[in-house]
Every structure is written in structure tokens, then in C-alpha cells.
């Protein structure tokens, strides 16, 4: 299965993603390309993994030129699933048409909580810390045209410390949580989806 990450920031979960593939945990998958929409830290920690990358501006392309660009370069490197991991412009139909059921999110809290329009980064631990919650976690979701709506693949849970800040909350699910559920989730996908592949091109070659 061949993998695209698309990053926007630190690129931390990119980083967790690379480490695994490294040791061997995904052994049906191999990320092969890193495209951001924007200059950043994501891009290069691909460069130094060897792992091409890149840039497309969406603020300077505007969002039209910025998808199909998007798609020429995903269509290029003949990618079977996409990994957004950090990735902060929404995604079209049009995207998440042509690669139904072949995209995956990692949301940092417990979807159907604090997701959607409006909840990134900080915020979303600012929005969970000001209704109380006691737990918190990150959701890994398949991705349709509902902004973090998608079917859930998994979700792990950590509980909220008494003395929390929106950035203490926000680096424990990432260290905790994140670094280690989008990994094994995506391996497991990518087995699932190798498995169907084989599936489907026996049953065209009348293997059954
Ligand atoms: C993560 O918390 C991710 O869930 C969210 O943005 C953060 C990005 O971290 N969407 P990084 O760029 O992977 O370090």
C-alpha cells in the first residue's frame, strides 16, 4: 500500500509514522511521499528520512489550484492511501470522493466531542478543559466530506489532570495517545485494505 502523508506543522505524528515503518510495524504499507500546504518542520523531517516531499502553498495557489495540484501529484506517485497528520486545510469532495474509504484522520480529542469546524489545535483542548471533561483522547477516523465525521477506526483515552493547561493536555495526548494509535492504525488498515486488494484482483483472475 502506498501511503501520503499530508502535514501542516511539527509533524510529530509524521515523525512516530517514520520510526515504525523503520522497525518493521507496517509491513503492508510504505509512506512514499510527504506533501504539505505550507512551509513547514513536517517537510523536513521527510527530506532527512529520504522520503520526498512537497510543498504546495495553498495560500499563495488559492484552494482550486491547491487540490488539483493535490491530485496530480497523489495520481503521479500512484498513492493507495492518504494520512493526514497535522493537516489543516479541509479537504474537498472532489478529494474525498476519489479516495473514499483510502483517507485517514487523527483528531485529538474523543469524536464526537470537540470536532468539526473551528476545533484545531489548541482550541480543542481549550473547548474540553472549559466544559470539564474528565477524559480526553485522540480519534482515528476514516475521512468523507463531514469535517471529522467519518467512520472511527479507534480511540484511546487518557484521563484530564486537576492542574491541565490547553498545551499540557494537548502534548500529553500527543506523547501518549497519538505517537502510538495512528501508527498501529494505519498498519492495521493498510493489512485490511491489502487483504481486500488480494481479494478483489483473485476473484478478477477467477482464482475461487
Ligand atoms: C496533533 O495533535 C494532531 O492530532 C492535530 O494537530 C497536531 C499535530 O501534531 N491535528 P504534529 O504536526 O503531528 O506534530
Known amino acids: 500500500i502506498r501511503i501520503a502523508v499530508l502535514v501542516s506543522g511539527d509533524g510529530s505524528n509524521l515523525q512516530a509514522l517514520l520510526v515504525a515503518q523503520k ?28 522520503i520526498e516531499a512537497v510543498g504546495l502553498d495553498r495560500r499563495t ?13 497523489l495520481g503521479q506517485h500512484n498513492i493507495d492511501l492518504i494520512v493526514l497528520a497535522g493537516f489543516l486545510s479541509i479537504l474537498s469532495c472532489e478529494v474525498t470522493e476519489r479516495y473514499r474509504r483510502r483517507i485517514i484522520n487523527i483528531h485529538p480529542s474523543l469524536i464526537p466531542s470537540f470536532c468539526g469546524k473551528g476545533y484545531y489545535g489548541l482550541r480543542v483542548h481549550q473547548a474540553a478543559l472549559h466544559r470539564g471533561v474528565k477524559i480526553s ?3 482515528v477516523h476514516l475521512v468523507d466530506e463531514v469535517a471529522d465525521g467519518g467512520p472511527i477506526l479507534a480511540q484511546q483515552a487518557i484521563d484530564v489532570l486537576g492542574d491541565d493547561t490547553p ?4 502534548r500529553r495526548i500527543l506523547e501518549q495517545v497519538e505517537w502510538k494509535l495512528l501508527p498501529r492504525t494505519v498498519a492495521s488498515y493498510c493489512l485490511y485494505m491489502e487483504r481486500n486488494m488480494s481479494l478483489l484482483q483473485n476473484l478478477a483472475a477467477n482464482r475461487y
Do not use: M, P, Q, Y
Request: glycine share 14%; hydrophobic share 35%.
Open 167 to 170: 498545551t499540557s493536555l494537548g
Open 137 to 139: 483522547g485522540a480519534t
Open 23 to 50: 522497525r518493521g510495524e507496517n509491513a503492508d504499507g510504505r509512506i512514499v511521499l510527504v506533501i504539505g500546504d505550507r512551509r513547514c518542520t513536517a517537510l523536513e523531517r521527510a527530506e532527512r528520512h529520504d
Open 61 to 73: 495557489l488559492g484552494g482550486k489550484a491547491f487540490e488539483s495540484r493535490l491530485l496530480a501529484c
